[in-house]
């Protein structure tokens, strides 16, 4: 049992040992290099840039009441449709004091006139019957008693504006009833029952009742950076990603890049605008945020080849071509070649290579 067990130690030392040698035999050995090949082959490249921003209703008014007061009805909510003319909001005239007393007085002092060129009237009606009276006299009488009635009219027509906000005669035009000007959706109402709201004139913009925007043009608003902004012109397509439709992708045209720059955290940047087609399916809503990808430049069905595999060297560009194998080791040769435009990922080759050579690529294995 001891002779077994001697026997079996010693092989297990012998295989010990061989492993040994063998495991430093194969370190010392040369690493063998294998390199990714790549074939050049027809492709597209397109030279892209991304335009951050968001898409906003082209036209969005302000409804802004033409007379001061207090809102005592509101007839939309937002996100409802309102046509051109449609009431939004009704306005409750909080007369002055001063004013009002003042259009009262109007009132009595043409009541108290009219009453007295009636008499007149009246008096010289009957002369004129008569005979005494000219008719000359008699139609100077009846234009006074026209005008008196005029003014008597005017005045209490003075006097439910400014205590009313509104001629009875005419209360389709009233002031206190607050229209939409353009016809869309209404995406604010800022105001309650009850605010106070002031009327716009030459040096206030008054309180808005209500925005309003036609939700079907819509433009996307972003801003590129000035080392782009020189390669890129109106008319060009923008295609827009919306980050909460992150499934689907609208197309656009640039009608607009700004001739002057903002700055913003050091970077010079230029607002564009363009215009969003927006299927009849979609609703966007105002304010989304959204990216435009802009093609800068592009080529299509031209030799491309990863733009790893070339090198530059004093001005010249290279690559590396297969040309054959000695045992395991992969034979390149270097290959002067002309290139064009780059994405990045891919170059495009003018001259140089041909469908059938291959070129080194990243190292694989060593």
């Known amino acids: 049992m001891k002779k077994i067990l001697r026997y079996?130690?010693?092989?297990?030392?012998?295989?010990?040992?061989?492993?040994?040698?063998?495991?430093?035999?194969?370190?010392?050995?040369p690493k063998q290099e294998v390199y990714e090949l790549f074939v050049p082959r027809p492709g597209d490249i397109e030279l892209k840039t991304v335009a951050t921003g968001?898409?906003?209703?082209?036209?969005?008014?302000?409804?802004?009441?033409q007379i001061s007061g207090i809102v005592s009805r509101l007839y939309k909510e937002p996100g409802e449709m309102a046509k051109t003319g449609e009431i939004i909001a009704r306005i409750q005239v909080i007369p002055e004091m001063g004013v009002l007393n003042a259009a009262e007085s109007r009132v009595t002092q043409a009541g108290l006139n009219l009453n007295q060129v009636e008499r007149v009237f009246d008096r010289t009606q009957e002369l004129y019957k008569a005979g005494v009276v000219v008719p000359e006299e008699y139609e100077n009488?009846?234009?006074?008693?026209?005008?008196?009635?005029?003014?008597?009219?005017?005045a209490q027509d003075h006097l439910e504006i400014v205590r009313d906000g509104?001629?009875?005669?005419?209360s389709a035009a009233s002031n206190?009833?607050?229209?939409?000007?353009?016809?869309?959706?209404?995406?604010?109402?800022?105001?309650?029952?009850g605010n106070s709201v002031i009327q716009a004139n030459t040096f206030n913009a008054g309180t808005t009742i209500a925005t309003v925007a036609d939700m079907n043009d819509m433009l996307f608003h972003g801003n590129i950076d000035e080392t782009e902004v020189g390669r890129i012109r109106e008319g060009m397509p923008l295609d827009i990603t919306i980050g909460a439709l992150q499934d689907q992708h609208f197309q656009a045209v640039l009608e607009y890049i700004s001739p002057k720059s903002t700055e913003s955290n050091g970077a010079i940047l230029f607002e564009i605008k363009a215009a969003v087609t927006i299927p009849k399916s979609v609703f966007i809503r105002a304010g989304?945020?959204?990216?435009a990808e802009i093609i800068l430049?592009?080529?299509?069905?031209?030799?491309?080849?990863?733009?790893?595999?070339v090198e530059f060297r004093n001005g010249d560009t290279f690559v590396k071509v297969f040309e054959k194998m000695e045992g395991d080791k992969q034979v390149f040769s270097d290959r002067q070649v002309v290139t064009g435009l780059s994405d990045g990922i891919h170059i495009e080759i003018k001259e140089g290579l041909t469908p059938q050579d291959?070129?080194?690529g990243t190292l694989i294995t060593q």
Do not use: H
């Open 176 to 193: 206190t009833q607050i229209r939409s000007t353009i016809s869309g959706m209404i995406l604010d109402i800022p105001v309650k029952v």
């Open 358 to 360: 291959k070129v080194r």
């Open 141 to 154: 009488t009846e234009t006074q008693l026209k005008l008196a009635r005029e003014e008597l009219r005017n």
């Open 166 to 170: 509104i001629v009875s005669r005419s």
């Open 297 to 309: 430049d592009s080529r299509y069905n031209v030799l491309v080849i990863p733009e790893g595999s």
């Open 8 to 29: 079996f130690l010693i092989a297990a030392l012998v295989i010990g040992v061989l492993f040994t040698f063998f495991y430093l035999w194969k370190k010392s050995r």
């Open 288 to 291: 989304y945020s959204a990216n």
């Open 54 to 65: 968001k898409v906003e209703p082209r036209d969005e008014v302000a409804i802004v009441p």
